[in-house]
Nanobody
Framework: QVQLVESGGGSVQAGGTLTLSCASF????????MAWFRQAPGNQREWLSS???????NYRDSVKGRFTISQDNAKNTLYLHMNSLKPEDTAMYYC????????????????WGQGTQVTVSS
């Protein structure tokens, strides 16, 4: 029903910035909570941020004040603006979608992108 495609990953030095994009296709947009997750090797997938159908946002404590989630409804695209990047931010980043209210639990999201790699060097 919903297909998600991430892009914008790459390598950046600590303290730098990077913006990720997630394009959605199919039955997307209205009615969906959109979220960003990341997973580093050996670690569990962790929720980063989400944005509700009415634009309300929430953030994981470790990225609060550094990352900003936003969406362009006309383009059906979700963004994650990342500032002051740290080496510990290195991970595969995924966008995800679920119907209805937002959640920080990955198991509740039905739709996932393929991921885009972010590498932050010290």
């Amino acid at each position: 029903q919903v297909q998600l495609v991430e892009s914008g990953g790459g390598s950046v030095q600590a303290g730098g910035t990077l913006t990720l994009s997630c394009a959605s296709f199919g039955d997307s947009g209205s009615g969906l909570c959109m979220a960003w997750f990341r997973q580093a090797p050996g670690n569990q997938r962790e929720w980063l941020s989400s944005i509700s159908t009415v634009g309300s946002t929430n953030y994981r404590d470790s990225v609060k004040g550094r990352f900003t989630i936003s969406q362009d409804n006309a383009k059906n695209t979700l963004y994650l603006h990342m500032n002051s990047l740290k080496p510990e931010d290195t991970a595969m980043y995924y966008c995800a979608a679920r119907w209805g209210d937002c959640s920080s639990h990955s198991s509740t999201y039905r739709h996932w992108g393929q991921g885009t790699q972010v590498t932050v060097s010290s």
